[in-house]
């Protein structure tokens, strides 16, 4: 019987997808033993947004959060999603910073560190990459999914190759907004494994509708693992639900090894904590239907809401057609960004203002403007010659990887936070989110006896 992982999603991506990363530690504590008993291939528990929202949100610890999911989950791998050499954020951080996170993150029990790059640029993926290898964790290097005229099997598969020879120990394809058909799913799957030696997964989203349908095309042919959250919490902008996908997959001769009494336990687990977001309307039912609108016009949700919101507050909300179609025209001079954060909010904010100002790149914001310089790294197709000059100036394309320009700031950041930070963890959480660290820090000095206080002395040996 040939094996399907599944990759349980209910603490990362579920819960950032339906609640904005709303959930507590303490209300899935309890059931974290039957996670690690149910035969998942791994569990999605960390980085994306829970990092920020732990500290933002939640006065957790992010760190004393892994680590109190580590010694209760000892069996099966936890992971995490890495923006490469953003880290988790949107700007990019010099090497020495990259490095020690994600020291950091393995020491305290990541095993598994799935890193990409909004561009598919892997020079922004190759020293995470490098260190998760040094740290003796698995790497897996990520292909975002996107469609536009550039974007096709064989470019596809040529990253896949990429990662393969850059030494990732498996590849993810990463349809962030749903957007895999599912026969290309199927071509693009087939093509990958017939080119790579190493296992290849798919993560997608319920957004358009299609997961299921591509998920099933995909282990026709030959995905090795698949994301999938319980069903309490999935589908909408989730991922498909476990049980389901588990059943759909047994039935037809697949081995996912996962048991469905215990995904019943823990969906049962569950159920209420949905039940409490939807009634406090932290879980909102829209987005919990199907929106395939998104396959039209390939504008994700948020960049649609910026939109309006741009052109609302210009009393423009009449020119949103306009806008609609200059959205794919900006697209395409910028060399077809995938429209994922940050790319999505600057082409809708550029063709918004070529609309708004009545001439095309009249104004630029200083966004694109980094991005054609070549701060954001290399963009996918070639970028329109008249635009680069405009957005350019006199200033030149930058030759090296921007990360290369940053100079090293773990150090010195960790001396500017004597007496405030008490450990490593601390330093890097600043690094990573600095107001939002340093307002948790001032919580939890007013709050002595607030438990994480005490336990976070550890690891001030780790260097
Ligand atoms: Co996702």
Not at 268 to 285: D, M, T, V
Not at 354 to 374: D, F, M, S
Not at 406 to 415: M, N, S, W
Request: with cysteine.
């Amino acid at each position: 019987m040939r094996k399907v992982h599944i990759t349980e999603t209910i603490l990362r991506d579920a819960n950032q997808s339906l609640i904005a990363t709303r959930m507590e530690f303490d209300e899935f504590a309890q059931i974290l033993k039957e996670i690690d008993n149910a035969g998942y291939h791994s569990i999605e528990c960390w980085g994306g947004a829970t990092f920020d929202s732990c500290l933002r949100y939640l006065n957790e610890d992010p760190w004393e959060r892994l680590k109190k999911i580590k010694s209760v989950v000892k069996n099966t791998p936890l992971q995490m999603l890495l923006r490469g050499q953003n880290i988790l954020g949107y700007k990019h951080y010099p090497d020495d910073v990259v490095r020690n996170f994600i020291k950091m993150a393995v020491y305290h029990g990541i095993d598994r560190i799935r890193i990409f790059d909004a561009l598919n640029d892997f020079n922004n993926i190759k020293v995470a990459m490098d260190e998760t290898k040094k740290q003796g964790a698995h790497a897996q290097g990520t292909i975002v999914y996107t469609v536009s005229p550039i974007h096709d099997v064989n470019n596809y598969t040529n990253l896949a190759k990429q990662l393969e020879d850059m030494g990732a120990d498996s590849i993810c394809i990463k349809d962030m907004a749903g957007l895999m058909m599912p026969s290309i799913a199927y071509d693009v799957v087939k093509s990958i494994k017939a080119a790579v030696n190493i296992p290849v997964y798919l993560h997608s989203h319920c957004t358009n509708g299609l997961a299921e349908m591509t998920y099933y095309k995909a282990v026709e042919a030959g995905i090795d693992g698949i994301d999938c959250s319980i069903s309490a919490f999935s589908s909408g902008t989730a991922q498909p639900p476990t049980e389901t996908m588990h059943q759909a997959l047994s039935t037809a001769g697949y081995d996912t090894g996962l048991d469905l009494d215990t995904l019943t336990t823990i969906n049962n687990h569950f159920k209420p904590i949905r039940e409490k977001f939807l009634a406090s309307g932290g879980l909102n039912p829209k987005v919990l239907t199907p929106q395939p609108e998104g396959l039209v016009n390939q504008i994700p949700g948020g960049m649609l809401s910026n939109m309006i919101s741009q052109l609302t507050a210009q009393n423009s909300l009449d020119k949103l057609d306009a806008v609609l179609a200059e959205v794919p025209k900006v697209r395409a001079d910028l060399g077809y960004p995938p429209l994922v954060t940050p790319m999505s909010q600057m082409v809708g904010t550029q063709a918004t203002m070529n609309v708004l100002t009545g001439e095309r790149y009249k104004l630029i914001p200083k966004e694109v403007k980094a991005y054609v310089k070549g701060e954001y790294g290399k963009a996918p197709g070639k970028i329109d010659e008249a635009l680069a000059q405009k957005a350019l100036g006199s200033e030149e394309l930058l030759t090296t990887r921007y990360a290369d320009t940053l100079e090293p700031a773990f150090e010195k950041a960790k001396e500017e936070l004597k007496g405030i930070a008490q450990n490593n963890e601390d330093v890097l959480s600043y690094l990573a989110f600095p107001q939002v660290a340093m307002t948790y820090f001032e919580y939890r000095k007013e709050n002595p006896s607030f438990d994480q206080y005490q336990k976070m002395t550890d690891s001030e040996t780790i260097k």
